[in-house]
């Protein structure tokens, strides 16, 4: 088994569909995520859609939720978020549905 190290302090993106307060398991799963990277010394924010707000189960966590209906609105306005997050590495956990794009 090869054991993966991260030295350098990095900057993640984690984007998902719903955080805090309408929430779903990716929602829980991307808090979790942001926690343990920042407990290893990393930068992490979660992006996502409005309503979004810090999740008090993890307050530290920065999270951005743009508005937006229709999901190219929605992408394209989180995209903009991240260009000015400048994330050195980004984690998507999304699928259409997450969206209502079918």
Excluded: K
Aim: proline fraction near 9%; aromatic fraction near 8%.
């Amino acid at each position: 088994m090869v054991a993966f190290e991260m030295s350098a302090a990095r900057r993640f993106a984690l984007v998902c569909a719903n955080y805090h307060p309408e929430t779903c398991g990716v929602g829980d799963n991307s808090m979790r995520l942001a926690e343990e990277l920042q407990r290893r010394g990393h930068e992490a924010a979660v992006f996502t859609r409005s309503p979004a707000a810090p999740n008090p189960e993890a307050p530290t966590v920065q999270v951005v939720g743009v508005p937006g209906r229709l999901p190219v609105v929605i992408a394209q306005r989180v995209r903009r978020e991240l260009d000015r997050f400048a994330p050195t590495d980004l984690i998507i956990q999304y699928t259409p549905q997450m969206f209502n794009a079918w």
